[in-house]
């Protein structure tokens, strides 16, 4: 049986996907910068925040989307809620409510680290020292993944962090495919698409997952590949595959070692998602131009685990015979 | 002794001093740590002081203050240098700590029973009855051992000849314990070398002793009772000391919405639906804790917990209406209260206090405005003290107005001349005045925690040691 407060593990769920949704950004804005310029090597900084659906809270501010405005926004805007300080805001806000269920060095780690990148100020976003200051955060968040790793007790809170840490690295792996897509307009295996190679480039180092890629594809950069080996490669740790793996793993333990009910439910939703991610459905899919809607449906999935693990374990809807 | 380091020209004038006035058993030992910090010498100390504050920080050993955009989180100053108590002064706090929460918790079993303590005529009805903090709907009420106050904070400073006494009792919702038990910690690791070979009691089974108490007051047939300590949640200044006592003793924190009554129960929303929850340590003050019977506007109490709670299905601590013992009015009886009660003298004495509800202590009081300290009788934090010696004219005046329209909201005492610890400051180390709050756990007996947290005016001249007035805290050392 389990005795963990309904709200915790919201708040340990949210947590993990705080933390993670910062750290993808840092590693777009880091790509974005280094590799993603044009053949002129210009910069389109308006796709990226369309690219994050931001456009129309972005322009109220009467931007223009400039280096420095789009970077302003998306690090250190503590008024945008989807900006890195907001996002590590709220991963320290959970943390704070979670101090006495989280080790010691959880929260020492993530009140230092958001303290230092408090304390970043807008030079800190010059083109010189943007890789310095995203590698900053990145390690941040690797750091808190890491000590995560070795210092939490692995009781049911923990099988709630892993699932909002997972769920959020599968929507934004499926964000970053969905943008790059449209924006580089990948279908098919049109030699357009193998001359744009340091878009896609970028798009596998925003995943971390370029060298990856290249040991099991010594060859060529073909976008349908590329798309297959983010949506279905299981070893890599940011692919969806994996990420529903570690999703279906741990709403076992939930189910055998604290018997939490509602758990059936939530992992009949999971085995659907899996089941049309078969790396060849994927390629078939693409090849027939069929990628977008595929990557809808399954953002919408997501969504949709994430709320049904809400029902089932935040007491959004009180369980029958529970008073409100 | 001579100093020719860190303690040079260190004088503690006419007052107290809690290193260099050591006799008996803490004499040799309080010698030593004085030659060490001597010999440590000022960088050294101040560098460490703020690897110290860094450190609390880091930890987040803060409290909080929200702005519209902001948490900001401050730490509560830190003294490195410790405050002693010899073996014999350690004999008479305990002693006397437990005298005093015993006879709290026999006047409180009285108040809510038999009232034979009005009906004798000891304390004056209007005082009990009248008082904002009496709860009538506590009449009745049994509890486990007749114990209304399981955690206590006695707050004790000494006078200028080294007496101790009781300056105020804190039966409510004490709170500091967390800085007693994390300033040893720091202690540990930033001074070990003060430390060394000097026997110190240890503070570290607090939460444990804690958690062993309020298991007690459990029904006998519930083998492993879920205890669980209520907060008001992240926004209240406290919330670290909320989350070190829920580590410490291994328990849920929750929050009002966490909890729920159903079926003359209290229960507590987990991912495994609802679970019985047997004993509430409750960091919330009364009349927050269940809009049904108290504060109707209170979002952060649970509705109905108080009809469950008469009926003994659910354990407090503290319990409901202990605030009518605490109350600075009511202070002025307590010698005569342990008289009454335990037939014994008080091992420790009050403050001499003045009531002002009565006409020879206003009289008193205001033929001697200038010499005393005037408080309000409701008021907690050190807000709306007047200190005779250190007030203006102006301020005197306005006290004097105060005392006439409401006699009854006030008591006096004389100005107390707190004993003194050296502090570093920025002009080297100086004296600075402290207090003592030593934390009892009462379930079917009580224990005193040694040492207790030592406030201190870090302010020159100051003895205001409140944290909301620019006070820090020292670690304690209990000598053995």
Redesign the interface.
Known sequence: MSNLLARYAEAVFWLARYVERAENLARLLDVQETFARDSQGAHDWASMVTLNGDLTRFRAGGREATAETVLQFYLLDRDNPTSIISDLRAARENARMLRSLISTEMWVQLNVFYNRVLALQPDDLAEERLARTCAMIKDGCEAHAGITAGTFYRDEAWNFYELGRAIECADQTTRLIDAKFVTLGGHGDTPEAVIDASQWVAVLRSAASFQAFRRHHPHGLRPAEIAAFLYSDWRLPRSVAHCLGVIEHNLTELRRQYHLKGTAAVLEHVDGLRDDLQADQVRALIRKGGLHDFNDWLQRGLIELANLIGRSFFGYVPAQGQAQ | MPFTGALEGYDPGSYFCELLGQTGGGATAARQIALRLDRLGLDSLRARAGDAANELY???ITFTVYSE?D?I?RILPFDPIPRLVSPEDWRIIESGVIQRVTTINLYLQDLYHDQKVLKDGVVPRELVLGNANWRPEMVGVELPFGTYVHINGTDLVRDRDGRFRVLEDNARTPSGVSYVVENRHLMQRAFADLMAGIGVKSVSDYGARLHAALCELAMPAVLDP?VVLLSPG?FNSA??E??FL??EMGV????G??L???DERVW????????PVEVIYRRLNDDFLDPEAFNPDSMLGVPGLMRVYRKGRVQLANAIGTGVADDKAVYAYMPRLIRYYLDQDPIIENVETWICREKGGLDHTLANLERMVVKPVGESGGYGITIGPRASRAELESCRAKLLADPANFISQPVIDLSVSPTLGDDGIAPRHVDLRPFAITGSRTWVLPGGLTRVALRKGSLVVNSSQGGGSKDTWVLE
């Open positions: 880091n930890l987040g955009k948490a989180d879920q992240v919330y670290f909320h989350v829920a580590r849920p924190l929750v929050e919405r966490d729920v009554i159903q507590m929303r987990t991912v495994a639906g609802l679970q």
